[in-house]
């Protein structure tokens, strides 16, 4: 399967693990993940997606591109706090970002009027979405 490499013992995701070495360092707890990482991650896991949905595994395929949708979009909340500084304009901002919840990630991103406009423009994404406009 594209993108999927697993050691015994070892038990990685081998792009993931490729992109843990590149991009982080460890702690006491494992893996630091940061923004690169994630975004990497979100790659891997659409190639993942792929080669589940050619091998029949709709299912799970459809899981493994939501969770490369979450990756993609902690992605993005972590470049907006890089350029605005975002973690200091509220004290919960880091609890709020610990959630699986797309539409409190998009805004977290902001990226709602983003979504917003393309939501408006293009009804087909409304139905790939699911969800109501924020």
Same mark, same amino acid.
Request: proline residues 1%.
């Given at each position: 399967?594209? @993108?999927?490499?697993?050691?015994? @013992?070892? +038990?990685?995701?081998?792009?993931?693990?490729?992109?843990?070495? #590149?991009?982080?360092?460890?702690?006491? +707890?494992?893996?630091?993940? %940061?923004?690169? /990482?994630?975004?990497?991650?979100?790659?891997?896991?659409?190639?993942?997606?792929?080669?589940?949905? =050619?091998?029949?595994?709709?299912?799970?395929?459809?899981?493994?591109?939501?969770? =490369?949708?979450?990756?993609? /979009? #902690?992605? &993005?909340?972590?470049?907006?706090?890089?350029?605005? @500084?975002?973690?200091?304009?509220?004290?919960?901002?880091?609890?709020? &970002?610990?959630?699986?919840?797309? @539409?409190?990630?998009?805004?977290?991103?902001?990226?709602?009027?983003?979504? %917003?406009?393309? /939501?408006?423009?293009?009804? =087909?994404?409304?139905?790939?979405?699911?969800?109501?406009?924020?």
């Amino acid at each position: 399967m594209a @993108g999927v490499a697993a050691r015994r @013992g070892d +038990e990685y995701h081998g792009g993931w693990r490729r992109a843990a070495d #590149k991009t982080t360092k460890t702690d006491s +707890e494992g893996v630091v993940v %940061n923004q690169v /990482l994630l975004r990497l991650m979100a790659e891997e896991r659409i190639l993942d997606a792929g080669a589940l949905r =050619a091998a029949g595994r709709w299912a799970y395929a459809y899981y493994v591109a939501g969770y =490369a949708v979450e990756c993609a /979009l #902690k992605s &993005c909340v972590l470049a907006q706090m890089i350029h605005t @500084g975002g973690v200091f304009t509220s004290k919960k901002f880091a609890e709020e &970002c610990f959630t699986h919840d797309f @539409g409190t990630l998009v805004k977290l991103a902001g990226l709602t009027p983003v979504l %917003n406009a393309e /939501l408006a423009a293009n009804p =087909a994404f409304v139905g790939f979405w699911g969800t109501a406009i924020l």
